[in-house]
Nanobody, 124 residues
């Protein structure tokens, strides 16, 4: 069973930064595929933030957070990161990482494995 473990959430004041981590129990989880980050604010639908193609490290970030959020990975640690800077109260949400079972599913935006979620709270 594929396991993704998230860490790094917490409470921060507006303008602050947090780095979320998503570690796969197996080195094969991200290999030859990719990962992504999502978030879900209270009363809202889950929102896609961005994704990374694991082997070559290319990323895509949605426009609404581009310039403030970046995605990276450490292949030696089987870990994907979401660096969040200049945080705003509207960034408050539960953040989830996800991975795809294959590159074709990742390319199509389908995710098969999910982390447990980590709460990020930004106070004004």
């Amino acid at each position: 069973q594929v396991q993704l473990v998230e860490s790094g959430g917490g409470e921060v004041q507006a303008g602050g930064s947090l780095r979320l981590a998503c570690t796969a129990a197996s080195e094969r989880t991200f290999e030859n595929t990719g990962g992504a980050w999502f978030r879900q604010a209270p009363g809202k639908e889950r929102e896609f933030i961005g994704r990374i193609r694991w082997n070559i490290g290319t990323t895509y970030i949605v426009e609404s957070v581009r310039g403030r959020f970046t995605i990276s990975r450490d292949t030696s640690q089987n870990t994907m990161y979401l660096q969040m800077n200049s945080l705003k109260p509207e960034d408050t949400a539960i953040y989830y990482c996800a991975a795809s079972a294959s590159i074709s599913r990742w390319s199509g935006g389908s995710y098969d494995y999910w982390g447990q979620g980590t709460q990020v709270t930004v106070s004004s």
